[in-house]
């Protein structure tokens, strides 16, 4: 059986990860970097597109997963409550659950997205009505990944354990590979 830090070490490297992936496909989708990428990225067109159709699920599946509200499955909500049972201080538990509510009304419009196109294809909605009906924004998608690692970090530091960031390195990698495609054009 896993502890309660194995489970935060779990969560936080499911957060950082999501948050790369969402922070590639940002580059792929993103106004300020998609109108300089595109020429590389038609190139090598039927890699990219499902290089970009995978970052998105991806991100999807484990944000969505991260806060989730079923305590049978490892989320936030289930180490907040394990935390409680432990005695960790309230302030700490204040923090995290803070984060987890705010959180929790961001991961319902991208539950839409994951439910109608990724887990479970929904056969009424094209790809883009499920989109409108989600009404979400990259901007609320990085806000969510905010969120879990601050929930996640608030239990690690109580815990003795050490904070974790988020990495530009994925980023700037894939961005370098994107200007040597260009530069052979």
């Known amino acids: 059986m896993m502890t309660l830090e194995e489970k935060l070490d779990a969560l936080v490297q499911i957060v950082l990860r999501a948050r790369t992936f969402f922070d590639l496909w940002w580059i792929y989708e993103g106004a300020p970097t998609r109108s300089k990428y595109l020429p590389s990225m038609n190139r090598y067109s039927e890699f990219f597109r499902f290089d970009i159709h995978a970052q998105l699920i991806t991100y999807t599946m484990y944000f969505c997963q991260v806060f989730e509200n079923n305590q049978r499955n490892m989320n936030i909500k289930h180490v907040v409550n394990k935390a409680k049972n432990r005695g960790v201080s309230t302030g ?28 479970h294809r929904d056969a009424s909605l094209s790809y883009s009505e499920a989109f409108k009906k989600a009404d979400i924004t990259p901007d609320e998608i990085r806000r969510l990944s905010e969120l879990g690692l601050e929930a996640i970090n608030s239990l690690r530091t109580a815990l003795g354990q050490k904070k974790q960031g988020f990495s530009i390195l994925p980023g700037k990698d894939l961005e370098e590979l994107l200007e040597e495609i260009s530069s052979r054009s």
């Open 92 to 119: 700490y538990i204040a923090a995290a659950e803070k984060a987890l509510k705010e959180g929790l009304a961001i991961r319902e419009k991208l539950a839409i997205v994951r439910n109608k196109l990724f887990a």
